[in-house]
């Protein structure tokens, strides 16, 4: 690193406050190979891809104002899999690396503390670790890749580049309706991933006039709103889909730079038909999804963090309004959609891989999204025990053709 600490960009300063409970703010991207993993050669694997990702290789450290990231001479060790998915990595109480390398059979898995990075850079990542590997085992030729960028490109806080220093008028979020019920005890987390074809999928989408994204997005909220009581059914369902600013944004940051749009259905007011669902998401994502609507939600976010009161305040201040404000903005939320999109690797290695798969810790239920070849993996993670919403979800699509190979973490002794 040029630098031996890093300041912490926007998203991952909230990070630290917000960890609590299930949401361990980790997050997990694997990829499922044909064979059996080597453990020694996925350490070789990893001793080559950790140099090509030098703001990797740090821990998280504090000062009396902010926590930063500090150069570490720490050296990460694939280890198997052993502990709960996305559980607490503890990187605020111990001096370690902010992401772990693990794995499972076949499985090749990368949990990440969100503060170190987003998904777009952990997917960066994982691709160059699983082609050291597989180069290293079967003699194929890997190059990096999507890794055109200089030092300070990788470690930019595009944030702080992006941001326009204009005052804009904050929203305080309303309350969202809730999913209640018995929950796991020891912080467990279940995940129920369903594989679905691609060109199927895709061509109901298109005849739906609708993007993967949306319309997973409608049938989210329409198991939901099939689940909840009708009490809950008052208020608003109100989705988070985050988003990739780089791509309104031009950056080659490895570090955190994405943004959340916010999608709500009033089941109350229009019911539960879906097409009447499906139509209310496709208008509030041509609407959100704009360049003007990002940069005026990441002008409202960052403000707060440039008020000089706001910078001289001391850490376990600053701790306490930031884990205020992250949980009086999850009680707008009833749950979150991420699509990471399509995991695309040289020709040569496909044969060798079954599947891309990623999931995320929360608070509530979280459905994550990435498809590989013609495979597309949708990820459900939730602390409650009952698996209906997963069940609508899934069965929504079975209605439509589209039937899913499901697996789940789930085992009763």
Known sequence: MKENWLRLDHAAKIFPAGTYGTETQVFRFSCELYEPIDAGILQEA?????????????????????YYLEESSLCPVVKPEMKKVCQDMECVKKQKLLFEVTYFQKRINLEIYHVLSDGTSA???????????????????????????????????SYARYYSGEKVKRVTPKAACRIHGARYSGKFLRNISGR??????????????????????????YAIGENVSVKERKKPIVLSVPV??????????????????????????????????????????????????????????????HNIFARMAPLFLKNMVLRRIYKRNMKGVTATVSNVGAVEMPEEFGPYIRA????????????????????????????YISSDIERVFFRKLSEYGIHAEIMTNFRED
């Open 244 to 305: 990739n600013l780089r791509n309104a944004f031009p950056s080659a940051s490895a570090r955190n730079f994405f943004g959340a749009v916010y999608v709500e259905y009033d089941w109350q007011q229009y019911g539960g038909d879906f097409q009447q669902i499906l139509a209310h998401v496709k208008k509030q994502f041509k609407e959100k999804i704009t360049r003007e609507h990002l940069a005026w939600q990441m002008d409202s976010q960052s403000g707060a963090e």
């Open 123 to 157: 997917m960066h990542f994982l691709k160059n670790l699983t082609g050291e590997y597989l180069s290293l085992k079967y003699g194929l030729e890997w190059k990096e890749t999507e890794l055109d960028a200089s030092y300070s490109q990788r470690a930019d806080d």
């Open 46 to 66: 990893l001793d080559q891809t950790i140099k090509a990702f030098p703001s990797y290789r740090v821990v998280l450290r504090h000062g009396f104002f902010w």
């Open 356 to 383: 891309f798969e990623i999931c995320s810790s929360t608070n509530k239920i979280q459905a994550c999204i990435c498809s590989f070849h013609n495979c597309v993996s949708i990820s459900c993670t939730t602390p």
């Open 196 to 221: 679905v074809g691609l060109d199927g999928l895709m061509s109901l989408c298109r005849s739906q006039n609708a993007t993967m994204t949306v319309f997973l997005a409608a049938c989210l909220i």
